[in-house]
């Protein structure tokens, strides 16, 4: 069975670079069909999508958030990461990865399933 | 970008009412959006995907419909158990996204 955990600093200083990773285990990352994503939520408040990378290392981000983020996948280690560069308050939240499936049409579109494997979350603060 | 759109934001209501609510998308999405419920302290669960499909395990009182614009999530009979904050989404090859939720709490 499919399992996701996120681990990385609980605090970071404003202006710096927040970095997680998700470990997966009962799978592999690599595998054709199925891809990773990282979502935060603010206290008290809803879900954000931060980005998706998919099999070969193609990614999509949120656009809010695209010119500061960076997700990519560490085969050796089964681990997909998450940076997030000039970190403020805003970026404190509790950081979810999780995994979907994706195909491809007939058309040739790669078409996507939702979020189905979540991990825990991980809460990062960021404070002075 | 899409965005996404929930009503109520939040909904009282008691066990074995019929509850529904709804979810807009900025423009048309065909029916490329998923229902996710989520408890305090954990991480969200999918129930229904493409508009109007359980997910695998999700008991038959949830069911989804809609396409275009507007979708709605119906609960046929409020369980204890479906007390809970929900959110549809939106979910592309090119990006993802998330309406502001809907927290059903006791009446």
């Known amino acids: 069975q499919l399992q996701l955990q996120e681990s990385g600093p609980g605090l970071v200083k404003p202006s710096e670079t927040l970095s997680l990773t998700c470990t997966v285990s009962?799978?592999?990352?690599?595998?054709?069909?199925?891809?990773y994503g990282w979502i935060r939520q603010s206290p008290g408040k809803g879900l954000e999508w931060i980005g998706n990378i998919f099999y070969g290392g193609n990614t999509r981000y949120s656009p809010s958030l695209e010119s500061r983020v960076t997700i990519s996948v560490g085969t050796s280690k089964n681990q997909m990461s998450l940076r997030l560069r000039s970190v403020t308050a805003a970026d404190t939240a509790l950081y979810y990865c999780?995994?979907?499936?994706?195909?491809?049409?007939?058309?040739?579109?790669?078409?996507?399933?939702?979020?189905?494997?979540w991990g825990q979350g991980t809460m990062v603060t960021v404070s002075p | 970008d899409i965005q996404m759109t929930q009503s109520p934001s939040t909904l009282s209501a008691s066990v074995g009412d019929r509850v529904t609510i709804t979810c807009r998308a900025s423009q048309s999405i065909s029916n490329w959006l998923a229902w996710y419920q989520q408890k305090p302290g954990k991480a969200p669960k999918v129930l229904i995907y493409?508009?109007?499909n359980l997910e695998g395990g999700v008991p038959s009182r949830f069911s989804g419909s809609g396409s275009g614009t507007e979708f709605t999530l119906t609960i046929s009979s409020l369980q204890p158990d479906d007390f809970a904050t929900y959110y549809c989404q939106h979910y592309s090859s090119y990006s993802f996204t998330f309406g502001p939720g809907t927290k059903v709490d006791f009446k």
């Open positions: 009962g799978g592999f990352i690599t595998s054709e069909n199925y891809f």
């Open positions: 999780a995994r979907a499936t994706y195909y491809y049409e007939s058309s040739g579109n790669r078409a996507v399933f939702p979020f189905d494997v």
């Open positions: 493409k508009a109007s």
